[in-house]
């Protein structure tokens, strides 16, 4: 037996050939696996509250085996899709997701103490979910686009950063939610939060009582970035202003994110990219000042 003959032998165990590809049989069935465990725990956590409230003990665990099958169906579906229709609309579904995380401090719902999700009635979700996917999306398509490229900064590190910055900066773009990671600030680390709140549920603490921890962080920079960003032009640069405050303290060189700016908002026109690398700039300005 020739050496291709053993590796494609050796690949049909790892294999099962479909109409549009083929199916990785490790990964689906560690897939499986890993939602099987999960229901298994859910049943021996819940099973005893579940009694209590309804009298059937797998209520809890029935009703999240129905939404782990329809997952796995959904799962299912979308493997169908040729890869080239991700790839195309990689940057699309970004700005989706980007733009839902937006309308959260406006109009989202509070479920867990926590503004997280939106509500449309029909049907309610978490925007950094989708964001998730997003991510992945476009992440992989500009790989695919500059494989040769992947060592360099300006291919292989600041279109990461900038996207995962913006994502970053939309999901803690107020001062509660950056108190609820304090436990995982370092020492010497530095708290970067908007100084104006989005007071959208009813038991939001006084914003004397955050204002007083936030104070007692010895290093932080608190800026109202709505107002920057309508300075520079537009409000809807606030998460930019955020950036660019974050700039100082991630360990990549302004210069490059700048430049994945660039790269990212260069198809909305020469104008827009100037917008936001006034806005990125405005909030760097404002950390480095707060820095002396």
Same mark, same amino acid.
């Given at each position: 037996?020739?050496?291709?003959?053993?590796?494609?032998?050796?690949?049909?165990?790892?294999?099962?050939?479909? &109409?549009?590809?083929?199916? &990785?049989?490790?990964?689906?069935?560690?897939?499986?696996?890993?939602?099987?465990?999960?229901?298994?725990?859910?049943?021996?956590?819940?099973?005893?509250?579940?009694?209590?409230?309804?009298?059937?003990?797998?209520?809890?665990?029935?009703?999240?085996?129905?939404?782990?099958?329809?997952?796995?169906?959904?799962?299912?579906?979308?493997?169908?899709?040729?890869?080239?229709?991700?790839?195309?609309?990689?940057?699309?579904?970004?700005?989706?997701?980007?733009?839902?995380?937006?309308?959260?401090?406006?109009?989202?719902?509070?479920?867990?103490?926590?503004?997280?999700?939106?509500?449309?009635?029909?049907?309610?979700?978490?925007?950094?979910?989708?964001?998730?996917?997003?991510?992945?999306?476009?992440?992989?398509?500009?790989?695919?686009?500059?494989?040769? &490229?992947?060592?360099?900064?300006?291919?292989?590190?600041?279109?990461?950063?900038?996207?995962?910055?913006?994502?970053?900066?939309?999901?803690?773009?107020?001062?509660?939610?950056?108190?609820?990671?304090?436990?995982?600030?370092?020492? &010497?680390?530095?708290?970067?939060?908007?100084?104006?709140?989005?007071?959208?549920?009813?038991?939001?603490?006084?914003?004397?009582?955050?204002?007083?921890?936030?104070?007692?962080?010895?290093?932080?920079?608190?800026?109202?970035?709505?107002?920057?960003?309508?300075?520079?032009?537009?409000?809807?640069?606030?998460?930019?202003?955020?950036?660019?405050?974050?700039?100082?303290?991630?360990?990549?060189?302004?210069?490059?994110?700048?430049?994945?700016?660039?790269?990212?908002?260069?198809?909305?026109?020469?104008?827009?990219?100037?917008?936001?690398?006034?806005?990125?700039?405005?909030?760097?300005?404002?950390?480095?000042?707060?820095?002396?």
């Amino acid at each position: 037996m020739s050496h291709r003959e053993k590796q494609l032998k050796k690949s049909a165990v790892r294999v099962v050939e479909s &109409d549009l590809g083929v199916i &990785d049989l490790p990964y689906l069935l560690l897939t499986l696996l890993l939602v099987a465990i999960g229901l298994l725990v859910l049943f021996s956590a819940s099973y005893a509250r579940a009694y209590y409230e309804t009298k059937n003990a797998a209520s809890v665990f029935v009703n999240q085996l129905i939404f782990a099958v329809m997952g796995i169906g959904v799962m299912w579906l979308i493997s169908r899709v040729p890869y080239e229709w991700y790839q195309k609309l990689s940057l699309l579904i970004l700005a989706a997701s980007i733009g839902l995380l937006v309308l959260v401090p406006f109009i989202g719902t509070e479920s867990g103490g926590a503004t997280r999700w939106l509500d449309f009635g029909f049907v309610s979700f978490q925007p950094s979910e989708i964001a998730k996917f997003g991510v992945i999306c476009s992440f992989a398509a500009i790989m695919a686009a500059h494989t040769r &490229d992947m060592k360099t900064i300006r291919y292989g590190v600041a279109p990461y950063v900038v996207i995962l910055g913006i994502i970053a900066v939309l999901l803690s773009l107020e001062p509660m939610e950056a108190l609820r990671y304090l436990p995982y600030l370092k020492k &010497d680390g530095w708290l970067v939060t908007n100084s104006q709140p989005f007071i959208n549920i009813p038991n939001y603490p006084e914003m004397g009582k955050v204002n007083e921890e936030l104070e007692k962080l010895p290093h932080k920079v608190v800026l109202d970035v709505e107002a920057i960003a309508k300075e520079v032009g537009s409000v809807r640069a606030a998460n930019i202003v955020m950036l660019g405050a974050a700039a100082p303290f991630i360990g990549i060189e302004y210069d490059k994110i700048a430049d994945g700016i660039r790269r990212i908002f260069g198809r909305k026109g020469e104008e827009i990219v100037e917008m936001n690398l006034k806005a990125l700039k405005a909030g760097y300005d404002v950390a480095q000042s707060m820095q002396k």
